[in-house]
């Protein structure tokens, strides 16, 4: 089974920070991989597959990047709609989720 | 416009069963390949089970195999997940989701419902 392993578990910013939130695979998964946001009480939604392509109506200060085993999510301007909880998964070998990162109001 | 939404969930004994029902609408249901996740409380989703678009191949995660069985009934847009031997770790919201033809990430979720299991 591939292992997704994400960080921070949490992390506090500010409105107009840029935000880093990291994923790791076990093993080489190329680029398939995605991002949700997901708000409580809410289902997740999905913001970027294949590592790096943006979702129809997605803003634009949310970015992916990554091949392989390691990955990067985005957010070069944090807006007040963005906190939430962030997680990646990867569908190169059936389905897995990273545990998620919080993003809250520091 | 597209939809899934869930149904079936409530409060059940440990070892009981529950039959999940997920409704879909505004898309050709029939030829999306579709997942259950789950979520428990305070947790990370979970990947539970998949299905193709017939409904001929199915898997399952490690953790339900054995106790759950996905179906389809694509006359009816519907899936279906049967729950047996429910246990207190499958307290969780489910969800289920589409998965995008060929890509295989999930696209588009319902809202879930919820199962609780008592011991």
């Known amino acids: 089974d591939i292992q997704m392993t994400q960080s921070p578990p949490t992390l506090s910013a500010s409105v107009g920070d840029r935000v880093t939130i990291t994923c790791r695979a076990s093993e080489s998964i190329n680029r398939r991989l995605a991002w949700y946001q997901q708000k409580p009480g809410k289902a997740p939604k999905l913001l970027i597959y294949a590592a790096s392509s943006l979702e129809s109506g997605v803003p634009s200060r949310f970015s992916g990047s990554g091949s392989g085993t390691e990955f990067t999510l985005i957010i070069s301007s944090l807006q007040p709609d963005d906190f939430a909880t962030y997680h990646c998964q990867q569908y190169n070998n059936l389905w897995t989720f990273g545990q998620g990162t919080k993003v809250e109001i520091k | 416009e597209v939809k899934l939404v869930e149904s079936g969930g409530g409060l059940e004994q440990a070892g009981g069963s529950l039959r999940l029902s997920c409704a879909a609408s505004?898309?050709?249901?029939?030829?999306?390949?579709i997942n259950w996740v789950r979520q428990a409380p305070g947790k990370g989703l979970e990947w539970l089970s998949y299905?193709?678009?017939?409904?001929?191949?199915?898997y399952y995660a490690d953790s339900v195999k054995g106790r759950f069985t996905i179906s389809r009934d694509n006359a009816k847009n519907s899936l279906y997940l049967q729950m047996n031997s429910l246990r207190v770790e499958d307290t969780s919201v489910y969800y289920c989701?589409?998965?995008?033809?060929?890509?295989?990430?999930?696209?588009?979720w319902g809202k879930g419902t919820t199962v609780i299991v008592s011991s």
């Open positions: 299905i193709s678009g017939g409904g001929e191949t199915t």
């Open positions: 989701a589409r998965v995008e033809t060929g890509l295989h990430y999930m696209g588009v």
């Open positions: 505004g898309f050709a249901f029939s030829s999306y390949e």
